[in-house]
């Protein structure tokens, strides 16, 4: 299987487009869809459906997704053994539009001269099982969960809370606003069809709703645009974000981007690593994260408890 092809499939899964994976990988949007044509005409299926928004993964595309993000980990494996001493720091941001990757981004432009290989894998389980094998170094997640302590030999740092926005159309009750707090939100519709059960992002929302008394409708499928489509539409519609995800803002919808305050409930991002880990990137990258952390502040926040259990805490 041609990994090269692989490896564009991944990057138009993850982009949510053509265009924006081939500037990505540095080539034309021609040769994106070549490759991608030529992939699925050796698996014998349809990959992505076209849309006006971009390109949405079929149901054997979803299939395939983890599979092939396991063969580009096992190639890169494969590669950096005959390499050693060079290998490329390998860090797990859950998503490239998520606030992970912006830390990281900006430890890249601090330290050029390390290597840098960015992977996004599925939830804190997916990402300790790369770190104890070897295939990552480094991941961005939310520890620990209700009962899963973290396993011996691994270590964690919270390295940045992030602030948790509301999200509505401008014929919302609340789109007026300029803040609202979490216990103004209890009887509004709440729709999260990302959510997955068993994840620590699951784990993160069922805390917020159990301490707010709060209703998060987590059905139905997570198609792009999807989501804003229907916010804008709707007058009773409110979805949470993340205040660094990178959204898609389409012209005419007038969405609005609300503050939690009073609390503010903030998601927990840790940076994990295995204590026998020995690449001299990990030192620079925690050194760098640390030396970024956010003054303190005078705003009141909450994080669930199981989150205040992170060794190496700090409160921003």
Sequence with gaps: MDLTAVRTFVSVAESGQFQEAAAVLAVTQQAVSKRIAALERELGVRLFTRTARGADLTVDGLTFLPHARELLLAAERAAASVRPGRRALRVDVIGARLAPAALLRGFHEAHPEIPLDVVTLFDVDSALTALRSGAVDASFRAVAMPGRPLPRGVESVRVYD??????????????????????ELAGHRIWMPGIVEGTEWAAYYASLAAEFGLTIDASGPNFSGALQDALARSAGLATLVSERTDLAWP??????????????????????????????????????????????????????????????????
Excluded at 162 to 183: D, F
Excluded at 254 to 271: A, E, Q
Excluded at 292 to 310: I, K, S
């Design 162 to 183: 992030e602030p948790v926005q509301v999200l509505t159309g401008p014929g919302h009750a609340l789109a007026g606003r300029r803040s609202v707090t979490p216990g």
């Design 251 to 316: 012209d005419g919808h007038g969405l609005r981007r609300i503050p939690l305050v009073d609390p503010t409930p903030v998601y927990p991002h840790s940076l994990v690593w295995t204590t026998a880990n020995p690449h001299p990137g990990l030192v620079a990258l925690r050194a760098h994260l640390t030396a970024g952390r956010p003054p303190g502040g005078a705003a009141r926040t909450w994080t669930p408890g199981w989150a205040e259990t992170v060794r190496g805490v700090f409160r921003p």
